[in-house]
């Protein structure tokens, strides 16, 4: 242990850079979106300021929403047309898509921001809703202190480069393969 102690202390003392960093949560287990909002759970607690936009689960109520719209300093963008095989038009999905990432890009130009969210952006640049070299861009291009958490499967290459810290969550077991419905309060 004193020679662990040792190569921890030593470890964290050469960590001196203090800037925003990209988590990517990607994979297909269940968790990405839930790891996501208890950092903004711990953002919060450190009164810093917290968006979180949602591509895709627009439509769909979530304890999340009901509980994060009762907090002062985090403020939640949706993407309003819910998931993109509910709707089938894809021309709509893309539409809205777009509107939503203009909304995000004013985001990750504001310095008082402290923490974004980008929920579920994987599918947007997977399904080409998006253009991935501007969502790159801009991402690179953002506040030297902003922290950015993407959430979202198959996360492609290039995400995966610029991102600081990248988890991938695998899928081992899953209820609904069950036959057990979505449980309000765990999954939604």
């Not at 190569?7 to 960590?15: E, L, P, T």
């Not at 402290?114 to 991935?132: A, K, R, S």
């Not at 030297?144 to 988890?167: E, F, P, W, Y």
Request: charged share 25%; net charge positive; aromatic share 8%.
């Amino acid at each position: 242990m004193q020679r662990k102690k040792a190569y921890i202390d030593a470890r964290v003392k050469q960590a001196n850079i203090n800037r925003g960093i990209i988590v990517l949560l990607t994979g297909n287990g269940k968790g990405k979106s839930s790891s996501a909002l208890g950092m903004v759970c711990r953002a919060l607690a450190y009164d810093m300021r917290v968006v979180m936009v949602k591509f895709l689960k627009g439509m769909q109520d979530s304890g999340e929403d009901i509980f994060f719209a009762r907090q002062k300093n985090v403020q939640i963008i949706s993407m309003n047309t819910g998931f993109t095989w509910d709707t089938q038009d894809k021309e709509l999905d893309k539409k809205m898509a777009l509107e939503t990432w203009q909304q995000a890009k004013q985001y990750l130009k504001n310095q008082s921001i402290d923490l974004l969210v980008l929920d579920e952006l994987t599918y947007m640049l997977n399904y080409q809703y998006l253009d991935e070299q501007i969502v790159l861009d801009t991402l690179n291009k953002r506040p030297k202190n902003q922290h950015v958490i993407i959430t979202g499967r198959a996360a492609n290459k290039n995400l995966v480069a610029i991102a600081d810290t990248v988890s991938k969550i695998v899928d081992i077991k899953h209820a609904f393969r069950a036959n057990i419905k979505a449980q309000k309060g765990i999954d939604w």
